[in-house]
């Protein structure tokens, strides 16, 4: 019995640590970039986009399917590095549990 209530308390920090973890996360800006900076995109650890910014010299006629394909490739950048912080975030927060492999927080 006494091993269940040290075991609920664990269980009632980490979702403490967590939720100030998510917290901490939706705060996180990443930003991507593409054509040597000519496209840069921003997102928010919520996975919201919250800034795209485009040279002038792309903005020309007959060059949307690039300037499209600098967007997405900014865009995948920008997600890489959030995934990668929000990566490290977590891993210093579940530092020590006895995880599966592959587990990742938050679920």
């Known amino acids: 019995m006494k091993d269940l209530m040290g075991m609920m308390k664990q269980a009632k920090a980490m979702q403490e640590k967590m939720q100030g973890l998510q917290a901490e996360i939706a705060e996180v800006t990443e930003t991507g970039q593409s054509g040597g900076g ?3 995109v921003t997102l928010k650890g919520t996975g919201e986009m919250v800034g795209v910014q485009i040279g002038p010299s792309l903005l ?3 060059e949307g399917d690039i300037l ?5 490739a900014a865009h995948a950048e920008a997600k890489r590095r959030l995934d990668a912080t929000i990566g490290e975030k977590t891993q210093a927060l579940t530092a020590g549990l006895p995880l599966p492999p592959g587990m990742k927080l938050p679920f």
């Open 68 to 72: 499209e394909d600098l967007v997405v």
């Open 38 to 40: 000519l496209v840069k």
């Open 60 to 62: 020309k006629d007959g």
